[in-house]
């Protein structure tokens, strides 16, 4: 559709342009007076499906309506939360973490993206970014990729963190399994080995949590056990724990509420549902999706 409608108004536009040529050419200005009129809006529209073309996924489409809506500016400040997500599955359940930290809800193992070196500094000198002021920093969360920046360089920002930018990447993803499955004894691995599934990326849009407008985003792997961890998992099926639960898809999906108890009170973090496996059709099939990698495990 987007290409059609290109077509179409550019070939109203050169269809407009001739017309004024042939009315210049008769002296008759009121008709030449009446295509410029017409090219006149012609032109924006053209302007705009040259722009709508370029625009290849659904965030930066949000994006440009957001913009032609007035709702955002070049200088309106966007939180960023760039993350991964671990989808460990053991017959028809997940296994899921309590967030010791905030929310006191399970979801699944993982978190947000760390700089590295002097990515930081970089970003302040490139895109001026700033601190997330929603969530206090410590120790934990230094270095987290959990900013904020105007919306003008929102997509160079993302071009970076694709493609150049000093950061974990996909080959390594252990710091988040250790710190919430290896330090804490849940297991004693040695590796892991896991298959990178996609990409989660919601439009930008406002959110409701935090009351600013955010970009979101989420790459999801996927747990290949060995016959000795999927073991160990199974026994950890067996032995109820305040840390972790066991939990079916449908479970998820309803965060935890279950009517038919009366228990209406949300107990699984919402952006849990972007890793079980009736969502992957869903995710975006970046570079590298598909890939499994293995990494050692530094024991404590």
């Not at 993350?83 to 399970?106: H, V």
């Not at 500094?121 to 230094?142: M, T």
Request: hydrophobic fraction near 35%; include cysteine; glycine fraction near 8%.
């Amino acid at each position: 559709m987007k290409i059609v409608r290109l077509i179409g108004i550019g070939f109203l536009s050169i269809i407009s342009i001739a017309v004024i040529f042939v009315f210049e050419i008769k002296n008759l200005p009121a008709g030449s007076s009446l295509s410029g009129v017409v090219l006149g809006f012609s032109l924006p529209g053209l302007w705009h499906s040259i722009q709508d073309l370029m625009d290849t996924t659904n965030w930066k489409v949000s994006q440009r309506k957001l913009k032609r809506g007035g709702f955002i500016k070049d200088d309106t400040l966007i939180r960023i939360s760039f993350a991964y997500l671990y989808r460990i599955k053991i017959s028809d359940k997940y296994l899921l973490i309590k967030n010791e930290r905030g929310t006191g809800k399970f979801q699944p193992v993982g978190g947000v993206y760390k700089l590295k070196g002097n990515e930081k500094i970089e970003l302040k000198n490139l895109f001026f970014v700033k601190d997330d002021d929603k969530v206090p920093i410590d120790e934990s969360s230094r270095d987290d990729y959990r900013l904020r920046m105007e919306n003008k360089y929102l997509r160079k920002f993302v071009k970076r963190f694709n493609k150049k930018a000093e950061r974990e990447r996909i080959e390594n993803l252990s710091r988040e399994f250790e710190e919430e499955l290896i330090k804490t004894g849940i297991v004693n691995w040695d590796h892991i080995t896991y298959r990178f599934c996609g990409r989660h990326m919601t439009e930008l849009k406002f959110g409701e949590h935090f009351q600013t407008y955010e970009l979101l985003l989420a790459d999801v792997v996927e747990l290949m056990p060995s016959p000795e961890q999927e073991a160990d998992l199974r026994r950890m099926m067996e032995e109820p724990s305040d840390r972790y639960r066991f939990v079916p898809a449908q479970e998820i999906i309803s965060l935890g509420i279950n009517t038919s108890t009366g228990n209406l009170m949300e107990s699984i973090g919402d952006h849990t549902k972007k890793t079980i496996q009736e969502n992957e059709g869903k995710l975006l099939k970046i570079p590298g999706v598909g890939k499994v990698y293995t990494v050692p495990l530094n024991n404590c």
